[in-house]
């Protein structure tokens, strides 16, 4: 009993001693919008891979590169984040998300992407004909001619 715990406690000193020593948490890469695509979404779906051992992610919209005025800024569990909020028609915006876990928090991996013309409904252009900007096979609900799948 007492070599188990002696190694329980060992275990548990290496993970508290990763954490607190920086152990490095790397950005996410960015899979959609693309960077510099163009014709996405008014309320696109943004994706990223996983992180090893994140917990959460940032995710920030901006219309400024340098994010000093945020459309969006919120945390996530999930490695995709839907805007709710219709942005605007033919608009450059930048969006970025950074890894979070155990209190350390990656450098912030960014794109850019510009949105289509929203009609009544706001779905833009989708992006998968306008460079591939959903990344790999995706769909955004949308048909080719931009109109809304049923």
């Known amino acids: 009993m007492k070599r188990r715990t002696t190694m329980s406690l060992l275990v548990l000193l290496i993970v508290v001693s990763l954490a607190e020593s920086g152990a490095y948490l790397f950005p996410p890469t960015l899979i959609s919008p693309l960077n510099g695509a163009t014709g996405v979404s008014c309320t696109p779906k943004l994706r990223w891979n996983p992180v090893t051992a994140a917990i959460s992610y940032d995710v920030q919209v901006s219309k400024q590169s ?14 995709t984040y839907t805007l709710t909020k219709t942005l605007d028609s033919s608009t450059r915006y930048y969006w970025r998300v950074r890894a979070k876990s155990l209190g350390e928090v990656s450098a912030w991996n ?36 931009g109109a809304a799948g049923v």
Do not use: E
Not at 66 to 79: A, L, R
Not at 118 to 123: A, E, I, P, T, V
């Open 66 to 79: 340098t994010f000093s005025t945020k459309v969006v800024d919120t945390t996530v569990t999930t490695t």
């Open 110 to 145: 960014s794109a850019s992407f510009t949105t289509g013309t929203c009609g009544d409904g706001g779905g833009g252009v989708p992006a998968s004909a306008s460079g591939g900007a959903l990344g790999r096979g995706g769909h955004n609900g949308h048909d080719r001619d």
